[in-house]
């Protein structure tokens, strides 16, 4: 039987708790939107012409690090510093677009068809990114627009998924899973590295497409809006998560409120600390495998391999904090309010001082790769902050929220690798980017110092909806 695989496997999944699938779901949905994100940061190298750099004084060229082989690896374009700045950048521009209007598009159609559809588009777009590259420069931005526009829409679904499957003692463990996608930057990396130099870096676009459409596939097979929508779960675990839940969730589709948010100190300390910890993600993201190669030394496939290790040691950390902070919640160690703040200690203030340390201290390349890992992988403890805080705040918004703040995080996408060409445009050694160092360490430390003045882990009054506006709304649904 054609299907009987299929068949097998769903089979197989109902005899494990339903919300567990859903998680595991979480993180590969994660994993593969970053796959399709990231790819670019190490394919670039092989898609563009050589440059001169000095590796701590001593002069190298990309030539030490396989640029005479460059050639075999595919076409190479005349994109220069800043050019790349923007191909790279480009991603972030589209993603910016769509996670604003994300969280409410998830509230009102539901996030398994909005997460579906992302992963499915962004496989042909990927697909279709050497044929972009052929086209030229700005062909390849538009390309990359596109993708992070449906990109925008993944995490504020998932946030919405997660305020519905997700008992408040078992939070933690699901806003870990969201580490899918640092998981997918410690996969793809090492595996484009490989991909470009043994069969080009047009297979390093095509492979991660494959993948993501078969991840597409399993998605609508494994996933529902809600344990109510689930055609599969055990009537035990849907009153389980439902009663845990209890009335923080409204099952009307109701309008975010605007103005409380706007003027609401928990919310706008969120805002800054999840922009910092955005910031140090998103540089590392799109400059970690440039620095590596070309300020290090690194070749492709090590700089690949290498400047992925700080985001499995941030994946591990990630579930090891998010363990730690569901353990204290469940014991009642310290309240929700004092385990956001306390574990801002964790998720942005050690990765900023470990910035300041690879100023002073990273003179050996294992050095600063082990240092910039260190850094990173405290930052695991933001499962534990900034990505479960919008859930604390109003649950019945937890996808609208959580959109606005990576709207606002996500510019730190462009504009970080602006910033990185603005000061290695001309040459790429360790004095050039100890100043964008010390620029991402700031931006760390001093976003945690407003969340512990002003933030909150208590359920805002804002939450709850307006009598006439539930009353609208139960109309809207009859």
């Not at 800043?82 to 191909?87: A, G, N």
């Not at 509230?107 to 962004?122: I, K, W």
């Not at 044929?131 to 931005?141: C, I, N, P």
């Not at 930057?185 to 676009?205: D, H, K, N, R």
Request: glycine share 8%; proline share 5%; hydrophobic share 50%.
């Amino acid at each position: 039987m054609v299907y009987s695989p299929v068949v097998r496997l769903i089979k197989a999944s109902d005899r494990i708790p339903t919300r567990f699938n859903v998680a595991v779901m979480l993180f590969l949905a994660c994993l593969i939107s970053y796959m399709l994100r990231v790819n670019m940061s190490v394919n670039i190298l092989a898609m563009v012409p050589p440059i001169q750099s000095k590796a701590h004084g001593n002069s190298v060229s990309l030539s030490r690090s396989f640029s005479s082989l460059l050639p075999q690896y595919g076409p190479r374009y005349n994109w220069s510093s800043h050019d790349q700045s923007i191909i790279l950048g480009a991603y972030f521009y589209g993603y910016l677009v769509s996670s604003l209007p994300a969280g409410v598009c998830a509230e009102r159609f539901g996030g398994r068809n909005m997460v579906g559809l992302s992963l499915a588009f962004s496989a042909l777009l990927t697909a279709l990114t050497p044929l972009a590259a052929d086209s030229g420069m700005w062909a390849t931005v538009a390309n990359r627009v596109v993708l992070g526009i449906l990109g925008g829409f993944l995490y504020p679904a998932l946030h919405n998924l997660i305020s519905k499957w997700a008992p408040p003692d078992e939070k933690g463990k699901f806003v870990s899973a969201l580490m899918g996608g640092t998981f997918g930057t410690v996969v793809t990396w090492p595996l484009v590295g490989v991909l470009i130099e043994t069969l080009g870096w047009s297979f390093a676009f095509y492979i991660p497409a494959a993948i993501a459409a078969i991840a597409a596939a399993l998605w609508y097979l494994m996933v529902a809006d809600s344990p109510a929508a689930h055609p599969r779960i055990r009537a035990d675990e849907q009153e389980y998560i439902e009663k845990s839940l209890g009335d923080t969730i409204s099952k009307s589709k109701l309008l975010p409120p605007v103005l409380s948010l706007a003027t609401s100190l928990p919310f706008l300390s969120l805002l800054v600390l999840h922009f910092g910890n955005l910031w140090g993600l998103y540089f590392l993201i799109t400059a970690a495998p440039k620095f590596m190669n070309e300020v290090l030394g690194f070749n492709l496939a090590k700089a690949g391999f290498l400047a992925a290790m700080p985001y499995l040691a941030r994946s591990l950390a990630a579930f090891f904090f998010g363990t730690i902070g569901d353990h204290m919640r469940k014991k009642s160690i310290l309240g929700v309010t004092a385990i956001r703040k306390s574990f801002c200690m964790f998720s942005h203030i050690i990765p900023g001082l470990f910035l300041v340390g690879l100023i002073y201290i990273g003179f050996d390349a294992y050095v600063c790769v082990a240092i910039i890992t260190l850094s990173l992988g405290f930052n695991g403890a933001s499962t534990m902050t900034n990505l479960q805080n919008s859930q604390d705040l109003a649950p019945n918004f937890a996808g609208t929220l959580y959109g606005i703040i990576n709207f606002v995080g996500t510019s730190s996408g462009f504009i970080s690798p602006i910033l990185v060409a603005h000061f290695t445009g001309e040459r790429s050694t360790m004095d050039e980017w100890s100043a964008v160092f010390l620029i991402g360490a700031a931006v760390y430390i001093v976003p945690a110092i407003a969340f512990v003045l002003f933030g909150s882990g208590e359920v805002q009054k804002w939450n709850e909806p307006a009598p006439k506006q539930v009353a609208d709304a139960e109309r809207e649904r009859t």
